[in-house]
């Protein structure tokens, strides 16, 4: 069963190498496409808060490519250099997908609400698991005592449950920035399928996450409840 985890492992770090590139791959194309608008990441940003009535969010730029992020402790949409500068349809998909996140902030929804409250648990759980399931199967192999593994699949079950419920958050925060560039005529409409395609395959990074974290989480519950049949 331990091998079994090693190749799924392996699998699924291909598949998000795979999904990786082609992310980079086409955001790198569309930051090639021109907004007929002439609006960079950073004013995009700045008219999404104001139409949805944010004003105590600033948009800021930090270092780094696609490390675009929003930040609900101190209420900053933060945008990579070329995102921030940008005029094209990469700069205007992440910027509006972030203040989509502005967005869920601002209306207390409810997917992002409890993952903010869980953040101080995944970074205790983060920090533990790998060394407690080590542990676990070393002890298990050696003493056939489960409980040290069982501890780990609980820790790694408070991961597993952050991964999920940041589906919906990014799902959301994608149709809120889809819906408004669509409506505002921000992306025109050639432009709007690339923006689109963009956010889709960003989503999809997140979606190949979550299932490597299941499936890693659903066998070593399998090799404990194994463990306990042959007790």
Request: net charge positive; hydrophobic share 50%; proline share 4%.
């Amino acid at each position: 069963m331990t091998s079994e985890i090693m190749i799924v492992s392996l699998v699924f770090l291909g598949i998000s190498f795979l999904v990786s590139a082609i992310l980079k791959s086409k955001f790198t194309k569309y930051a090639k496409v021109p907004l007929s608008s002439g609006l960079s990441g950073r004013e995009i940003a700045e008219k999404m808060l104001r139409e949805n009535g944010i004003y105590d969010v600033k948009v800021t730029s930090v270092e780094g490519f696609l490390s675009d992020h929003y930040n609900p402790v101190n209420k900053t949409v933060n945008l990579s250099p070329d995102v921030y500068s940008g005029t094209s349809v990469s700069a205007a998909a992440v910027a509006a997908h972030e203040c989509g996140h502005a967005v869920q902030h601002a209306n207390a929804y409810g997917p992002l609400v409890f993952r903010s409250k869980m953040v101080p648990a995944v970074q205790v759980s983060s920090m533990l698991v790998n060394w407690i399931l080590l542990a676990g199967m070393i002890i298990l192999a050696t003493t056939k005592s489960p409980t040290v593994l069982l501890i780990g699949i609980i820790v790694m079950s408070v991961t597993v449950l952050f991964t999920l419920i940041t589906l919906p958050v990014e799902f959301d925060a994608s149709k809120r920035a889809l819906a408004w560039l669509d409506r505002t005529n921000v992306t025109g409409p050639a432009e709007y399928p690339k923006a689109k395609d963009a956010l889709k395959w960003a989503a999809t990074t997140y979606v190949v996450a979550a299932l490597a974290a299941v499936v890693t989480l659903i066998q070593y519950i399998m090799i404990y409840m194994g463990s306990r049949d042959r007790s």
